[in-house]
């Protein structure tokens, strides 16, 4: 099969393809071959329909030099004769962090039984610029998200089932690379949220009252005609709330199930509008049937909650909303080019009355088989569901740090996924294909790329070591040495690059251009002090070797834990293949490391610093000391005295030089894993005193109505009112309530 795309190309391109292709039939009129496949790649994404019917979209993200193909079965949708293949292609022509963007192109091929081609892309597939899909969307939704998209219905036409006006020949591409079937199974696209009418009421444009606008509007506003886009101008709207029965002359309770349209009207206002909830945190492709009496705009925003009496559509310069042009009577649309997620969808229409038949999510889901697990206790098993939830709408192509604001896949983030993971799906493929995908951004340092799959320089050290040990549990999970054969010589870069950096007072941070020293979201541990710009928050620059011009190195023990912890796992993993050398080096390595761990020793208090810094200890975290624990990098008479302080952090009063403090920096979600594990593994909590600790940490997340677990403590207040309420590196309740108490299994 050719690659193909559009003669001009340009970003945030949408581009239709249309082919035809026969399913030989037999004397009786029925199919000669009994099934038909379809394999299709393309750049950025794909959408495809057969005869006029939804068959498949969803590209795996991948590498020009990894490029990956989809495989789908479309018999179902094939009949004797003559058939239609549509395809809609999306070329984004931006890096992302999820996204490494490559060259325009989609190609693909159709398969019979008996492995016979049937069509094909090539010189006379037929190809045109989408009509509904607009070509000159030019906002983002999030950095790590890309572009968003606009849509108008009032140009769509049936080039799905027939040829239609604007085709013509394609322009075929010169692309020469191997291409890999998908390595996970592809994501089920087949149910609608339950979703229900949340408030309505009427809308004011904003345009009046620009300076009121949350956020970054003025930075954002299209500089020839300086108007809002979709989120600004829904998040700055004034809002009138109405009663339902005042706007639709009906009971509430007798429409929400979409089993008949729902007529609203407004007397004043520019427009309606209409909060849509889905009952439940959902990821998956919006959904939308209305009617209006004349052409109009309609506004999509989606989000997690409604803190703001509305959806929070724009954020900090984040946009998470689109624009409908809407058609004179009924409109259908589904989304199936940009997968959004939340709980709750917000509709701006630019009408006095319109007709709703339906607002909702079609869910995208990977395809988990999950092991119900039931525990006696309501609390626990709400904690537990909502941990399981969190994990699996965090992932679908691959492992999502969180399904709304950046679908990105993390070295950190991805390692607790698995881990949490194993216990509640048994399932090994999706964490080998994440591990490979994050291999695959090695950059030339041994270090990898912040997420995967990006062309981004901007690296987090730490998170290379987390990637040996998601690597080293996957091994310990389901043992596949074809895969271990695979990925040890990126774990060996990985290991020479800290190798380098190994004093005799622990690991040197990374401070060259693009790396972020990254721990978690506390004080202290966020990397603040060195960002990408090579210089610390004094803007002293740092020489090559991490230094300081007037200063020494600092020295960061999170990182030798790290460090150490990953050596004796790796060096496991280097002996099942019979790698003796490599093995005895990585030992000798993490020997070196525990050494290093006594130069952060605070004897005055019996706690360990964080950092070194000229000399001088600094910085007492609940991070550092659970992971000293957990790998057994202290003296064992040291494990119980960190431990103490672990569980009783408030009466931790003194600093590194004996100075009364205000108590341990503790820990976030995402590292509380590692104290929970230090804390029994030590023997200073019970399981029992562990879960009541996570029933008051999570009891109170599920009980104020979320059905996810959130990012931090501070839930959407946190990082400028962006926090995510779904995030998978806080599902630390499956692990442990799996691990130690190990409910029943139905």
Not at 447 to 458: E, M, N, V
Request: proline share 3%.
């Amino acid at each position: 099969m050719k690659w193909i795309w559009a003669k001009e190309e340009h970003q945030n391109q949408y581009v239709e393809f249309a082919a035809e292709f026969r399913a030989e039939e037999t004397s009786e009129g029925t199919k000669a071959c009994e099934t038909y496949r379809l394999r299709i790649s393309a750049d950025t994404d794909y959408a495809v329909w057969i005869n006029g019917t939804f068959a498949g979209n969803g590209q795996y993200g991948d590498y020009p030099y990894y490029k990956v193909y989809d495989e789908i079965d479309i018999t179902r949708f094939t009949v004797p004769g003559s058939n239609r293949i549509a395809i809609l292609g999306w070329h984004m022509g931006l890096d992302t962090s999820m996204h490494y963007s490559k060259e325009a192109g989609l190609a693909f091929c159709i398969l019979n039984g008996e492995g016979r081609t049937v069509a094909e892309s090539d010189e006379t597939t037929l190809c045109r610029n989408s009509r509904a899909y607009r070509q000159d969307i030019s906002y983002l939704i999030t950095p790590q998200l890309g572009y968003a998209w606009g849509y108008d219905c009032t140009k769509e036409d049936n080039w799905k089932r027939k040829d239609e006006p604007g085709f013509g020949a394609p322009a075929v591409k010169e692309i020469e690379q191997e291409l890999h079937a998908r390595p996970i199974p592809k994501c089920r696209v087949e149910r609608m949220a339950d979703s229900v009418i949340y408030a309505q009421g009427i809308y004011r444009n904003p345009d009046e009252c620009r300076k009121n606008t949350v956020g970054a509007a003025e930075r954002i506003l299209d500089p020839a005609e300086r108007i809002l886009n979709p989120a600004e101008r829904m998040q700055a709207a004034w809002l009138q709330t109405k009663r339902f029965g005042e706007m639709t002359k009906l009971a509430k309770k007798k429409v929400q199930d979409w089993s008949s349209p729902v007529p609203f009207t407004a007397q004043d206002g520019d427009g309606i509008y209409v909060v849509i909830d889905l009952n439940e945190e959902s990821a998956g492709y919006p959904v939308i049937e209305l009617e209006v009496p004349e052409e109009c705009n309609l506004y999509l925003a989606y989000g997690e909650q409604v803190t703001d009496l509305r959806v929070r559509a724009e954020v900090g310069g984040r946009n998470f909303a689109f624009e409908i042009r809407l058609k004179k009577g009924m409109n259908r649309f589904t989304g199936y080019m940009r997968r959004i997620a939340g709980r709750y969808l917000m509709l701006f229409v630019e009408s006095r009355s319109m007709t709703l038949h339906r607002a909702t999510l079609l869910h995208c889901e990977y395809p988990f088989t999950v092991k119900e697990t039931h525990f006696n206790d309501r609390l626990l098993q709400k904690i537990y569901d909502a941990g399981v939830r969190t994990l699996r709408l965090c992932a679908h192509e691959h492992y999502e740090d969180c399904p709304w604001r950046e679908q990105a896949l993390y070295g950190m983030d991805s390692r607790n996924q698995m881990l949490f993971g194993y216990s509640v799906f048994g399932e090994y493929e999706l964490p080998r294909a994440g591990i490979r995908l994050l291999a695959y951004s090695q950059k030339e340092n041994g270090l990898l790329a912040i997420c995967a799959p990006t062309k981004g320089t901007t690296v987090i050290p730490s998170f290379s070591l987390y990637w040996i040990l998601a690597l080293c549990e996957n091994a310990e999970a389901d043992y596949q040495a074809d895969f271990a054969v695979e990925m040890l010589p990126y774990a060996e870069r990985i290991r020479e690059a800290y190798a380098n950096r190994l004093t005799g007072e622990g690991i040197m941070r990374f401070v060259e251009q693009g790396q972020w020293n990254f721990h978690e979201w506390v004080d202290g541990l966020d990397g603040d002090d060195v960002f990408e710009k090579g210089e610390n928050k004094r803007g002293v620059p740092w020489n090559a070797a991490g230094q300081e011009a007037n200063g020494e190195a600092t020295k960061d023990l999170i990182s030798t834990a790290l460090f150490y912890l990953a050596m004796k796992k790796l060096a496991w993993l280097e002996g099942t293949q019979g790698k003796e050398a490599e093995a005895a080096r990585c030992e000798e390595l993490a020997k070196k490391a525990k050494e290093a761990a006594k130069a952060y020793y605070c004897p005055e208090n019996g706690l360990y610093a964080t950092f070194r810094k000229n000399g001088e200890k600094v910085g007492i975290h609940g991070y550092t000391l659970s992971l000293l624990v957990c790998a057994g990098i202290v003296p064992e008479e040291h494990k119980k005295v960190l431990a103490q302080a672990l569980k009783n952090p408030k009466e931790v009063s003194f600093d590194n030089r004996g100075i009364l403090t205000d108590g341990l920096i503790e820990q976030s979600y995402a590292t509380l894993q590692w104290k929970y594990d230090a804390l029994l593994e030590s023997g200073v909590s019970s399981v029992e005193e562990i879960v009541e600790e996570i029933c008051e940490t999570f009891g109170r997340v599920v009980l104020d109505g979320l059905t996810t677990l959130p990012e931090t403590e501070f839930r959407e207040d946190d990082f400028g009112e962006g926090g995510s309420l779904c995030h998978a590196w806080s599902a630390v309740p499956c692990y442990i309530f799996n691990r130690y108490l190990g409910g029943e299994e139905k």
